[in-house]
């Protein structure tokens, strides 16, 4: 009796349509990862390296939402495109993850500019996260490039099917 092996996860654990948005399945899990470590008890914005953000006049509790929110909402896109076809859900997933991709690039870039400023401000030395999340920012506007073009191609791919369609139904 000939024994087959099977692979341990799927081919596509997150859809079939998930193999080229890793990163943006990174970001979303972390952003809500984020929203859960800001709403625990104490201060997690007076920590040295997110100080100079909190001054800025950040809240803890706003930024939570804003990361919750996004977050979600782009795990709910990401989830969706993956699994269900297409021309149920349209280019509208894609234009959502690329959304969702420039808020994280905003917010991403916001952090950097905040502590690249607060480091030319004083003595101290400069902040281990602005690499950190000068990367993210970067990468996050790559995902809305890529989001887009994704759009895009959806939007093409059921123009033709529904045109295709309707020549065989008449």
Known sequence: MPH???????AYPAGPYSTYRLFEW??????????????????????????PIADMGASEENMALFFGAVGVLRTMALYLNGHINNVVVGPKGAYIRAVCAAAGCFIMGQLTAALIF???????????????????AGFEAL?????????????SRIGKALDQLEKVVG
């Open 26 to 51: 990174c970001m979303a899990t972390m952003m809500i990862l984020i929203a859960i470590t800001l709403i625990m008890p104490g201060d997690t914005m007076e920590r040295a390296a997110l100080k």
């Open 143 to 155: 995902s809305v490039y890529i989001a887009a073009l994704d759009g895009v191609s959806r939007k």
């Open 4 to 10: 087959t092996k099977r692979p341990l996860m799927a």
């Open 118 to 136: 607060e480091a030319f401000k004083g003595p101290d030395a400069p902040s281990f996260v602005i690499p950190v999340f000068g990367t993210l």
